[in-house]
């Protein structure tokens, strides 16, 4: 069974930075590109980062690129999120998410496994 | 940035019934398109990629049609199960966007 499970989601002040990790089981990791997607509270779905299977190319919504850092480590099978300069915009759940189909260098697919979610609160 | 518009924001119906979700794109996609079903407290669920392929263990009384940057999604006979949140999603580049849901509420 393919499995996601995200951590490192906290309550942080604005101007805060924080390390989120998704721990993927059940799958090839690298054969993959994998996202975050979040949704803040009572909100929609807004799809943040995406990285290639191999983790040499990266890709930002126009909302966070400069701040946030999305990376992997295959060896680990973790896809990282760091997210530095905290708004309190950026409160929400954040999920990784998985692409449908093998070796796409981007993300542009649709996402068939998600994690549960980990928190982020930016508050003072 | 493609923007995703769903129709309606809210639907109210009971169980039986044959609903539609309408999510148009600002401009095309071609059939770059899923939809997901979401609960309170869980992360989404994919129903259908590329506009019209049900994905694995999705009921068959969901279905999804459409190109280009119109797109439809159909439950044919409403579940108990099927009360949710319901997102599109376009892929036709790496900038993903989603619509901004459909509350299927009973009435």
């Known amino acids: 069974e393919v499995q996601l499970v995200e951590s490192g989601g906290d309550l942080v002040q604005p101007g805060g930075s924080l390390r989120l990790s998704c721990a993927a089981s059940?799958?090839?990791?690298?054969?993959?590109?994998m996202s975050w997607v979040r949704q803040a509270p009572g909100k929609g779905l807004e799809w943040v980062s995406g990285?290639?299977?191999?983790?040499?190319?990266?890709y930002y919504a126009d909302s966070v690129k400069g701040r946030f850092i999305v990376s992997r480590d295959n060896s680990k099978n973790t896809l990282y999120l760091q997210i530095h300069s905290l708004r309190a915009e950026d409160s929400a759940i954040y999920y990784c998410?998985?692409?449908?189909?093998?070796?796409?260098?981007?993300?542009?697919?649709?996402?068939?496994?998600w994690g549960q979610g980990t928190l982020v609160t930016v508050s003072s | 940035d493609i923007q995703m518009t769903q129709s309606p924001s809210t639907l109210s119906a009971s169980v039986g019934d044959r609903v539609t979700i309408t999510c148009r794109a600002s401009?095309?996609?071609?059939?770059?398109l899923a939809w997901y079903q979401q609960k309170p407290g869980k992360a989404p669920k994919l129903l259908i990629y590329?506009?019209?392929t049900l994905e694995s263990g999705v009921p068959s009384r969901f279905s999804g049609s459409g190109s280009g940057t119109e797109f439809t999604l159909t439950i044919s006979s409403l579940q108990p199960d099927d009360f949710a949140t319901y997102y599109c999603?376009?892929?036709?580049?790496?900038?993903?966007?989603f619509g901004q849901g459909t509350r299927l509420e009973i009435k």
């Open positions: 999603q376009q892929y036709n580049s790496y900038l993903i966007t």
């Open positions: 059940g799958i090839t990791f690298s054969d993959y590109a």
């Open positions: 590329k506009a019209s």
């Open positions: 990285i290639s299977g191999s983790g040499d190319r990266t």
């Open positions: 401009q095309s996609i071609s059939m770059w």
């Open positions: 998410a998985k692409t449908h189909n093998l070796l796409l260098v981007a993300p542009d697919d649709a996402f068939d496994v």
